[in-house]
């Protein structure tokens, strides 16, 4: 049973780009987190959605930053004209229930130049 | 609002000493996961505790959830290098509808 899989697991961009990470969430689960890492802090919560619903976006900034989870195909957290400040490691995890067990992937590093 | 803290934020140990983190949360939770992630990786489950007062033991680490479910330690006996990482307890606080995690606590190790 394959993990959760992140791609891709590094990514650079120029300040203004677009960023789209991906996350295709364990066989069977069908809850998925999203969360934003800096070096050497801990795990900032950012979305948690279920297949085509966000449920709890409480920790998303309101600008530039949008995600999904649609019926066919992986999770996508999107930041658009992303910023140096955006640099950070995104891990997203699933759970089969709310309250499960999340199980991370490897994360996706962002670095913003 | 409804929290989960953990203490200490930092530790740093000598190889062979103990180690432990305390983690409490503002409410009773239903169950507490504890999580490991190495320096460079992502978090891994550990453990799952549920029972009032209940205690798990892996190896040279003992888990333990309080008699009132609000908080939770994790026990290392003895800390080696493999033992680095931070530790990050985490718990469905009541009407979160999802697990909420501490900040964890970052132990490092001196060889």
């Known amino acids: 049973n394959a993990g959760v899989m992140q791609n891709p697991r590094h990514l650079v961009r120029r300040r203004g780009q677009e960023a789209r990470l991906r996350c295709s969430p364990m066989k069977g689960h069908s809850h998925v987190y999203w969360y934003r890492q800096l070096p050497e802090e801990g795990l900032k919560f950012m979305v948690y959605l279920q297949k085509e619903n966000i449920i709890d976006e409480s920790g998303m900034p309101k600008e530039r930053f949008s995600a999904e989870f649609p019926k066919e195909g992986p999770s996508i957290l999107r930041i658009q004209q992303v910023v140096r400040g955006d640099s950070a490691a995104y891990f997203c995890a699933s759970s089969k229930t709310p309250t499960d067990t999340q199980y991370f992937g490897p994360g996706t590093r962002l670095t913003v130049l | 609002g409804q929290q989960v803290m953990q203490i200490p934020q930092y530790q740093h140990v000598q190889e062979g000493e103990d180690f432990t983190t305390y983690c409490n949360s503002s409410t009773t939770l239903s169950n507490i996961q504890w999580y490991k992630q190495r320096p460079g990786g992502h978090p891994v489950f550990l453990i799952q505790?549920?029972?009032?007062?209940e205690v798990k033991k892996q190896k040279r680490l003992t888990f333990q959830f309080g008699e009132a479910k609000k908080n939770s330690s994790l026990h290392i006996t003895a800390t080696q290098t493999t033992d680095v990482g931070t530790y990050f307890c985490?718990?469905?606080?009541?009407?979160?509808?999802?697990?909420?995690f501490g900040q964890g606590t970052r132990l490092t190790i001196n060889p």
């Open positions: 505790l549920v029972k009032s007062g």
């Open positions: 985490a718990g469905p606080l009541q009407g979160a509808q999802k697990l909420v």
